[in-house]
């Protein structure tokens, strides 16, 4: 059973603090590490967060199936959720509006967000969305945690987010396995509990299933952008080479940059890119 469970753009020169504040704050010591590989973060509720810079990060995916840009949105977790504290905290009704932060304060960092994403339409069409969210322990009011999800809110998200806290309240998944689902596919596990595919428009299949690529190296995030297009929508892009595997989603018309975390040393190698039946190769 699934049970129920965002002023305008900154003026420049606050802008180009909050941008060198959010480099700071990246660059900082580790922070301690979760169970489930993220960051606990102890970013204030009272404290406008600073955002990355304009148009720095992408989302990957498609409308209401989209995820966050891992390296400007990797999620993080509040350090007052832990296994032992479920009882008091995410399993006890009313706990997650109580650690909410203000509107006064999400307000003005989700238009910050959307700047940082390129998102240019009207807020009321983005939810200014925890991606680890609040009632799996997510981190309250941290920027790599939070992002304007398109689609305003109830979303098929939000389902998966009920259904991942049911299970873990009902001691039926760990806390750590429930928030890598929500970060590593959400949209799987979606696809799996409502037993349905996304309410996508239905395109007909093509005549024969083909993919492109080309790699280019990004030395700011010293990894491989590895750019699929292919006749295969919403379908998982595989990149294999060089002793390592990533992936990700194409997005409505076939479309992946999928980042290839493969060293620079290892331009020149080739790579086989698998689209669903399609598979093409190129060269790092």
Not at 49 to 78: E, I, V
Not at 189 to 212: D, G, V
Request: proline share 8%; with cysteine; glycine share 8%.
């Amino acid at each position: 059973m699934v049970f129920p469970g965002c002023l305008r753009s900154l003026a420049a020169a606050g802008a180009a603090i909050s941008v060198l504040a959010f480099v700071a704050q990246s660059s900082a010591s580790p922070s301690r590490v979760g169970p489930s590989g993220l960051v606990y973060s102890t970013a204030s509720n009272r404290v406008i967060q600073s955002q990355p810079a304009a148009n720095r990060c992408h989302a990957r995916g498609h409308g209401l199936f989209s995820f966050p840009d891992p390296r400007c949105t990797p999620g993080a977790l509040n350090p007052a959720v832990t296994q032992a504290t479920i009882g008091q905290t995410i399993c006890r009704s009313g706990w997650t509006q109580s650690v909410r932060p203000s509107e006064s304060i999400t307000e003005p960092e989700k238009y910050a967000s959307m700047a940082a994403y390129g998102d240019t339409g009207s807020a009321s069409g983005y939810e200014y969305d925890h991606f680890v969210p609040l009632e799996l322990g997510g981190a309250t009011n941290a920027p790599h945690n939070l992002w304007p999800e398109p689609g305003a809110s109830p979303n098929p998200k939000d389902k998966v987010e009920d259904y991942l806290n049911h299970e873990v309240c009902e001691r039926k998944m760990s806390l750590s396995r429930a928030q890598k689902l929500i970060i590593v596919n959400w949209v799987k596990l979606y696809r799996q509990i409502t037993k349905r595919k996304p309410t996508t428009p239905t395109k007909p299949p093509a005549p024969s299933a083909r993919c492109t690529a080309s790699a280019q190296w990004n030395s700011t995030y010293s990894d491989w952008d590895v750019y699929v297009h292919s006749n295969q929508p919403d379908t998982d892009a595989r990149v294999t080479g060089d002793g390592r595997t990533d992936s990700y989603y194409t997005n409505g018309s076939g479309y992946a940059d999928v980042y290839f975390y493969a060293g620079e040393s290892a331009a020149g190698d080739e790579i086989t890119v698998t689209v669903g039946p399609a598979t093409c190769d190129t060269t790092l």
